[in-house]
């Protein structure tokens, strides 16, 4: 793979460049937050019958939830293995994907944008933006994040840290976390629509703020940081991603999709349309794509046609007039030309590979952050999961994606 290749591939494309693959069975949500407290703290939210598995010591990352916690399916990808193993010492990681990062797997963590570029966070002054240089920055991949506070529904979290990114800039940053459980009211509200007596529930919201705590503005011509949300979730047969996105022509508004991250996605795993696409979350190949900031709407989410669950993602839209961060894998005419909203479907890298979960994403990403010292960013961040009847369901789809449940189930 040549570094063109190589386009803000997050930990997923990476990874599978190296893992040969895991088994990693879910036996439903109590028995995956059974497992982890062997391994690592857990907080756990509740609300009714509804929880969210949060964990300190991996950022703050909200692990996985359900709306039934006794009994109910968990909808984070968990990689087994890797939280079983713990972290390696220097001579144990070496030749191994933990030298580059730890894959633990999560519903949504806390990142750090650009990937790679002369503004890269993940490469050194002097690297190659080739994989045997890429490294996740220790505070967003091993070290934890401070416990602020504790309540039944909420837990706040925050890290004080210091970056230099490919370009030689230092970052003196601030990060506050903070993860709600949303009740059905505050969803309702998200969405824009009361949810049927039947709907079976768990959302989530993650408020997470970036802070200049450093002497030095941030500008543009040295790098810029962004708030980067990543969200690994379990796959199905019949799972298809969602995401609705403005009309218009592509002088204005740019590419409806940006496929090309991994080679272009074949039509049999992407439909796009007039002001929607609906791509394969299945975990059968792997694919990525982007939507651009000036066509996005600021929701995204998939539907699990077999468990009948309807899955939304909204974010905080808001101005960026420095643009979003460009993670491509080299030096960069447009640094600043980056993708607001990402998908990506986990399978094998090439023939007879392995699979590095399979799980699919949903991402999303603030502006540049061109902070002054002491200034603050802020990107929040709501994951919902609805399950029962697709005429219950049908009426939140129609809402938020614009289609209702059957063309959705008709495209693949």
């Not at 857990?42 to 010591?57: E, N, Q, R, T």
């Not at 949504?108 to 503004?119: V, Y």
């Not at 800039?169 to 976390?177: D, P």
Request: glycine share 10%; proline share 7%.
């Amino acid at each position: 793979m040549t570094n063109k290749q190589v386009v803000g591939l997050g930990l997923a494309g990476a990874a599978s460049l190296m893992l040969a693959g895991c088994t990693c069975v879910s036996g439903g949500f109590s028995d995956d937050v059974a497992f982890m407290k062997e391994h690592t703290p857990i907080i756990l939210l509740k609300d009714g019958d509804a929880a969210v598995a949060v964990a300190p010591d991996y950022q703050g990352r909200v692990m996985t939830s359900t709306f039934d916690r006794k009994a109910g399916p968990s909808f984070g990808w968990i990689n087994r293995p890797v939280i079983e193993k713990g972290l390696l010492s220097d001579e144990e990681k070496k030749g191994k994907l933990e030298e580059h990062i730890y894959v633990f797997g999560g519903e949504e963590r806390f990142w750090l944008g650009p990937e790679g570029g002369q503004f890269a966070l993940y490469f050194k002054p002097g690297d190659k933006f080739e994989f045997s240089d890429w490294r996740t920055p220790a505070v967003i991949d091993t070290e934890p994040f401070e416990v602020v506070s504790t309540s039944k529904d909420r837990a706040v979290f925050r890290r004080d840290c210091e970056l230099t990114n490919f370009s030689g800039t230092v970052f003196k940053m601030g990060i506050e976390r903070t993860v709600r459980l949303l009740d059905e009211a505050a969803t309702a509200e998200t969405i824009g629509i009361d949810l049927p007596e039947g709907i079976r529930m768990v959302a989530f919201e993650t408020d997470n703020r970036l802070t200049n705590t450093g002497e030095k503005p941030w500008v543009p011509e040295t790098g810029l940081p962004s708030i980067w949300m990543l969200g690994m979730l379990n796959p199905a047969p019949k799972t298809t991603i969602v995401i609705p996105f403005k009309a218009g022509p592509e002088a204005e508004l740019g590419p409806k999709v940006n496929d090309a991250y991994f080679g272009k996605v074949p039509p049999e795993y992407l439909k796009v349309e007039e002001d929607i696409l609906f791509f394969k979350g299945d975990g059968t190949r792997r694919g990525k794509i982007g939507i651009g900031p000036k066509r996005t709407k600021g929701v995204a989410g998939s539907y699990d046609a077999d468990s009948q669950v309807l899955t939304v993602v909204t974010y905080n839209m808001q101005d960026a007039p420095y643009g979003y961060v460009n993670s491509m894998w080299e030096h960069q005419k447009e640094p600043y030309s980056g993708d607001v909203i990402n998908s990506y479907n986990d399978g094998s890298p090439e023939p007879g590979a392995a699979p590095l979960g399979p799980f699919y994403e949903i991402e999303t990403s603030s502006p540049a952050a061109a902070l002054k010292p002491g200034e603050t960013m802020k990107h929040i961040q709501r994951t919902m999961h609805f399950q029962g009847s697709e005429a219950d369901l049908d009426g939140i789809a129609l809402k938020v994606f614009g289609v209702d449940l059957e063309t959705i189930k008709s495209k693949f």
